[in-house]
């Protein structure tokens, strides 16, 4: 067999907290103003207090609400599926499995997050959320989100997105949400995703009934994300593995990565490897330090691995890791040694994500190529040592909508030296 | 539960050949010279001999070859899914369920048809493949297959989609396929299904070594689609449910409705509803005649219900459903009362696939939503006459490339009138 499903009974019921699992306990988030620990106070015109809550729990496993795993079901649990014809076409001893989030309803991963964020707001009275997006994956999530629990959404979009890829735009408006190129009050700007933010965060911070929703970074964002990991791990059961060798994802901010990789931390022999662009390599060249999530300096101070907050990544076509941040957790397990990390330029990405459609079939994501990239290459070490490893990787999202990026690597307009 | 996979191992292993459950004997297809009935050596140039055995077989069951089920398991078996989010928005009493075959790699119910046709001309020793696409749908599944199976591909594509909706066509040259806009010898034409069947016909006949592949119409095609209702059968059954009530999908050339139709034929109890265009409206409006395939006559004659080989229906956004014939089965079955068929034009249609998308999530192609806007009038029927009517309907492929139109939808600028 080469493809896993499971009865849907089996999607878990609890996420999994990473936590209690850490090297050494988490630094708290800093308010922006005072450099003191932030409280539940200064978050709540923000967030529902239920995610301020898993914001900063201990507890090893938190329940999932039967309303949020009554839409999870639409698309969960997701296959695990073992690559064997590119497997075979690289000629590696190594087994190669994929977890397949591409079949929700957006397409990518991101959903996993949306909907129980859209579900806690919407339980404490919320009737509206604002949101930044780059390329529109959060953004899409979001929006189906919204209309499940039958709230307003305003989403703030790149304007280099907005105006060059209208796709994701349009997909937001067939849910029903409100898109604006962001930044708002610069209508030359290309924009940014931290300038993004800062116009969300700033359009639901004076508003009664408004809060904001963020899609990657923050520890409850990572904790929802978990389900993958938990699946992936009774699926590879199922296929008569016993733990992967290594744990791969692409990692803008983190929340791809947390998900796949996190229910893994606990197995130290299990390597968790984290993969992002050479021209956004935030944790592979950037400080460990307290910095801002977003462009304007609103957001708290986070510690992580950080560009600088003013830092603008080239427009590379993996619009989803262009962040010059990236999730506390994430950056604590890497800083720990506990997960690597390595950047690859866009060309290889591509490359790779060629090789990956006409051997599996599937087109991905750009985001999604930069695991497919290090699984590769994983598989080729492999194929030199002879070793039967077992390489687990997260395959986050169709790149049905980011094919304007495929015509640009086929006909040779996509400089690798872009990153 | 709302969402019945199978194990990997329930895909069927047989085709579902309704030949022989038909009303009437089927009329054979006639030489376009000659008119009298074309024989195996008449359709050797474009043709495989397995595939030419299939279109005129009386076989109840046709195997499955393992190599094809290989590939088949990539995204098969395909879930069934209850829309009860779209049943409590209608408020009706009926259960709709809608058999999902967006998961595929090329998105759509298509590449069912395309992996065994590219096997079967590979195991014949053909080395080049040629075919027509209009919006895509087809092109991208063959191209997928045909790079499973190590052929070239040449596609022919209506140059209208060609100039205008660019991403079919970087997934064809993703997967390793070469796309020229049709007609060829008219660069100011927008072009036609029929003038592209032509370009495609006149390419691969004179050349060894080149077959041609069409991916509906055709007997072989609806036979390879079956496993769509069949699966779709065995999961009502573990939804709990005895027969649908009625089995509806769209109808372009029938391959779609042929598939997941084709095994309730025997079930006198259930109604088989096809559901087409009113701009292209051959089951509703159509002669039942004999007529070329393609606009320069060079296909054979079929028995079919036909706008006329000449008619070039408007540019309506279910590019699939613009064709001016159909399949003689499905002809067969309207004919002879066992089938039905509705129209509708495209703006009912899109407001039913919002609608859709609002609701259980997913964003349909606008073939799909030709189906979906049939079963929810169905649904509202049962409110009416409080009727608990069990409706199964082909969700046959994902929106994500069609956003355009949602676009065009979204801001009045779909005539309703255009069909």
């Known amino acids: 067999m080469t493809r896993w499903t499971m009865a849907p009974d089996r999607i878990p019921s609890a996420w999994f907290n990473v936590v209690p699992h850490l090297p050494t306990p988490p630094q708290p988030p800093l ?95 919320i009737g509206r959320l604002t949101t930044e997006t780059g390329a529109g994956q959060w953004g899409t999530a979001l929006a189906f989100a919204c209309a499940q629990f039958d709230l307003d959404l305003k989403v703030y979009m790149v304007r280099a997105s907005y105006e060059q890829k209208p796709y994701r735009r349009v997909a937001i408006q067939t849910w029903g949400g409100e898109v604006v190129p962001s930044p708002v009050d610069d209508p030359t700007h290309p924009g940014s995703l931290g300038a993004a933010i800062s116009d969300a965060v700033r359009d639901c911070a004076g508003r009664a009934g408004s809060h904001y929703a963020l899609g990657s970074v923050l520890n409850h964002v990572l904790l929802h994300q978990t389900v993958i990991g938990l699946e992936a791990r009774e699926q590879l059961e199922l296929a008569g593995e016993r733990l992967p060798d290594v744990v791969i994802a692409p990692c803008g901010g983190g929340s791809n990565l947390g998900g796949i990789a996190f229910p893994f931390v606990p197995d130290a022999g299990v390597r968790l490897l984290a993969v992002e662009p050479s021209s956004c390599p935030t944790l592979t060249q950037g400080r460990f330090d307290y910095d801002f999530g977003d462009t304007a300096g609103l957001t708290p101070l986070l510690p992580m691995y950080t560009l600088g907050h003013d830092f603008v990544p080239p427009s590379i076509h993996a619009g989803g890791l262009r962040y010059h941040g990236d999730s506390p957790l994430v950056s604590a397990l890497v800083r720990d040694g506990r997960m690597e990390a390595v950047a690859y330029p866009q060309g290889k990405v591509f490359e790779a994500s060629v090789q990956f459609a006409r051997t599996e079939g599937k087109i991905p994501a750009p985001e999604c190529g930069h695991a497919i990239r290090a699984a590769i290459d994983e598989a080729l070490a492999a194929k030199e040592t002879g070793e039967e490893k077992v390489i687990l990787f997260n395959y986050c999202g169709h790149g049905f909508l980011d094919l304007s990026a495929y015509d640009d690597y086929l006909n040779d307009r996509l400089p690798d030296e872009q990153g």
Do not use: C
């Not at 001893?93 to 929700?104: N, V």
């Open 31 to 125: 308010h922006p103003g005072t450099r003191e620990p932030v409280g539940p106070a200064d978050l709540a015109p923000l967030f529902p207090m239920e995610l301020i809550g898993q914001e900063v729990s201990t507890e090893p496993w938190i329940d999932v609400p039967g309303e949020v795993l009554d839409i999870l079901r639409l698309w969960r649990p997701t296959p695990l599926v073992r690559a064997v014809r590119l497997e075979k076409a690289l000629g590696t001893p190594a087994r190669i499995y994929f977890k397949d989030e591409s079949g929700s309803p957006s397409g990518s991963h991101k959903t996993n997050t949306a909907v129980p964020q859209a579900f806690y707001n919407r339980a404490e009275g």
